[in-house]
């Protein structure tokens, strides 16, 4: 036995410490500890270290305080040390208990039942205020009961949420068959009070069509003490009518005496709406065969139909490229019979040759390499082959090719449907000469308009001159038709010229692939407005742009573009306002590769039956008297923008102005800055 520091044996010290009744409280069996004033440990009873897992000597300077004990309260909770019924005991003066789960030093979870007792030095009934210098606190463990109690409440609260989630109702009667006692989930079930439901008053509850079977179903099992079984409807407070699986059966003694008669009412209605939709979904699902099956019939006799009537020819392989089905189409553009060609290796006598006549390898062939599985799961579609005819002749085909997937009673496989492109390659060859022919005459057109606009610019310039010379000549010397006649010739000698000027431009933007390079489109309007100064001073115009981008193009075509673009803003102004010129760019809705150009001005406007009209050659939609010209300058437009693979179009009310509107790639890198929200 261990010793005291003063060398007093230590239960002699713990029964010392305990008091008169030291020795008798040593030998108790349940835990009794002394604790000082600030809830240190100085001594514990033998059943008290038991219980802490500690020995004497691990009792000097332990404190009940100590986060080692991990003391929880009933709902499992840390418990403050505070709160804990010796410190609460000192606290208060007075006796505390409480139930506590406690963690012994030797790590075993206890539960404890605590009776914390306050020690005065001034003996049982000290002045008020005074404090405590010792507490004995007295625990028994209860882990074992408390663990059964705990089991039994998650018993019965499996138990509850048992009935509750399988919908039951559990009753009781007497002996005799009467429903006596509360009944409380008999009164959830149909709203009836004790009152009404007492006797057979439960009943009135079943539907009228079933409680006369009820009843006498009860009243001979209860005659006969045995289990009692049915199934009833009974209606709920809400006056539905429910179904119900019924049992009940006798509680007897030891003696064999019955004491009641428990019963269970089990909601399976919804077992026997299943039941019955189940029925009525048989009986649909076989009309719904019949009808299928029906319905099978007709496509099957629709698709042999379909087979037969396709102008394209279909075949069926399966997995070793044997013919399996053939349409009479196929048969008709190979010379064959459907017959000749069902069983057949499609491949061997078909596909075995290329166009030149050299050997189609198997192994080579999209037909084969997707039987093979080589080829991947989806369809495939392949031109430029050939198939060979009976009488060895080859029918140049395009062709598409799809798996077919295998199932329990059918081998995988795939179709084939093909064409005879022998007229289709016919058509393609003449398209191509055709438009190899129109682009040779287009050529020879551009070579004509540029040779003539340029050869007739020295037989002008002389008819010019001399018409120049007579009037400076001979001005005022003849009569004044004479005078006039001399204007006409001058006049017209000065519409040839800029006639010629203009064609020729036409003619060679497209001799030659312009290079292109990328275009600040700034620097083109600051260029044209330059050249333009003059006129916009006289009449004074203003021409407006901001955030042009920098574009992909020819600078000299681009120039000449915003030229005649501003130069008609220009010559079409209205009377009663000076003209005004504004440009913006947008990114374009269709590519972000494209800037979207609007050119917008206050002139006199277009008509919309002619918005398509103005862009073609020598249209022109006022005399030359009124304003001057030669048709050409949007028919120029157009040309440079298509030929840079750009749009343009416009947009105008007669009045109020004009919109031209172009789409112009972007040179490699650019974007087209948002517009200004001013």
Known sequence: MAESPDGTPGDERAALMLGGAGWLIH????????QDADGRLLEANRAGRSILGVTGDELSGLNSRDHRWEILNERGQPLAPQDQPAMRAIRSGQVSRATVSLR???GERRWLKVTAIPQFTEGDDPPPGTRPHLVYSVFEDVTDSYAMQLDFERSEQRYRALVIATSQYVWTNSPEGFMTDEQPDWASLTGQTREEYQGYGWSDAVHPDDRAPTVLRWQEAVS???????????????????TFSVRAVPLLDADGELLEWVGLHTDITALRTAEAALKAINADLETQVMERSRAYSDLARFNSLLLGSAGEGIFGLDPQGRARFTNPAAAS????????????????LIHARHADGTPYPEEDCPVSRMLNGLDGSGARRVEGEVFWRKDGTPVPVEYVVTPLPASEDQPGGVVLIFQD??????????????????????RELEQFAYVSSHDLQEPLRTVGSYAELLGRRYRGQLDARADQYLDFMQDAVTRMRQLINDLLSFSRIGRAEAPESPVALDGVLHGVTAGLKALLDEQGASVTWSDLPVVRGNTMHLHQLMSNLVSNA??????????????????????????????????????????ERVFGLFQRLHRREEYEGTGLGLAICRKIVQGMGGEIWLESDVGVGTTVHLRLPLASGQTTPQPSST
Do not use: C, W
């Not at 030998?27 to 002394?34: A, E, K």
């Not at 007229?423 to 060859?429: G, I, K, N, V």
């Open 27 to 34: 030998h108790l069996p349940m835990g009794v500890i002394v």
């Open 104 to 106: 012994a030093l030797s």
């Open 224 to 242: 006969t003490r045995t289990r009692f079984d049915t199934e009833h409807r009974v209606r709920t407070p809400g006056g539905e009518y429910r």
């Open 333 to 348: 553009m190979l010379g064959y019979t459907v017959e000749e060609l069902q069983g057949q290796d499609m491949h061997a």
């Open 421 to 442: 492109v022998t007229a289709a390659q016919q058509a393609r060859a003449a398209l191509e000469q055709a438009i190899a022919e129109l682009e040779r005459s287009n």
């Open 570 to 611: 220009l010559k079409f102004r209205r009377p009663d306002a000076p003209p005004a010129v504004t440009l913006s760019a947008r990114p374009d809705e269709q590519d972000a590769a494209f800037t979207h150009l609007q050119v917008h001005d206050n002139g006199i406007g277009i008509a919309p039956e002619f918005h």
